[in-house]
């Protein structure tokens, strides 16, 4: 129920193509979505993050897609870039009536290729 | 965005000795900060809810007497591993709380038991 499944597990672009990374959910108390970027040797960063009354929310290269019916959320990254390279973590929160708690997906490692 | 530094960045010790491990939120006051773990290429696991004031809520299967988390003020967080041997070699990281989810990340600890 707590679980956050996050595909693929590693993901090799070109340059400037489109980074697609899917995670779906079953629990629907899940109220807040955030995506996370994490170089090697640091903490993660947050990156982009949706509420799931919104079907899109975009910054920049970055977009999140969400489909509540479907319980099924992905980022994009337009115009990939090598500085993109990184480990992309989906997450999901829920609040435990003391604290907000995330609960995290396992993790896509993106390769941008030049 | 809101700034949480964490350090010792790595640290090796002698098996059997004790870790501290401190986490600040800088320009924010975080009542709520919590303790991840983070084996290579995997996800981070909760290991703690640090609440300023009152004891740490940890999460099942993480060892109380072993991982001391102390929340003293609302900028500090310090986490303790006692009496520390080679299995709990990892990379530990802290995150603090800006409110619903929102959650900013120190840079991380990689902790080294030889």
């Known amino acids: 129920q707590q679980q956050v499944k996050q595909s693929p597990q590693s993901l090799i672009v070109q340059k400037g193509g489109i980074s697609i990374i899917n995670c779906a959910y079953e629990n629907t108390a899940f109220d807040y979505f955030p995506w996370y970027q994490q170089f090697p040797g640091k903490g993660p960063a947050l990156l982009i993050a949706i509420r799931p009354d919104v079907s899109e929310k975009k910054e920049g290269r970055f977009t999140i897609s969400f489909n509540k019916s479907a319980k099924q959320f992905s980022l994009h990254i337009m115009d990939s870039q090598p500085g993109d390279s990184a480990t992309y973590f989906c997450a999901a929160r829920t609040d435990t009536g003391t604290a907000s708690k995330l609960t995290f997906g396992t993790g896509t490692r993106l390769q941008v290729t030049l | 965005g809101a700034v949480v530094s964490q350090h010792p960045s790595r640290v090796i010790c002698k098996s059997g000795t004790s870790v501290k491990i401190e986490c600040r939120s800088l320009d924010f006051q975080a009542t709520t900060m919590f303790w991840y773990r983070q084996f290579p290429k995997q996800s981070l696991m909760l290991m703690a809810t640090?609440?300023?004031?009152?004891?740490?809520?940890?999460e099942q299967g993480v060892e109380k007497d072993k991982f001391l988390i102390n929340h003293a003020s609302l900028t500090l967080s310090t986490l303790t591993v006692t009496s520390a041997h080679p299995e709990d070699s990892s990379f530990y990281i802290c995150?603090?709380?800006?409110?619903?989810?929102?959650?900013?990340f120190g840079s991380g600890t990689q902790l080294s038991v030889l």
């Open positions: 995150s603090a709380s800006l409110g619903f989810g929102k959650l900013f």
């Open positions: 640090s609440n300023e004031g009152s004891k740490a809520t940890y």
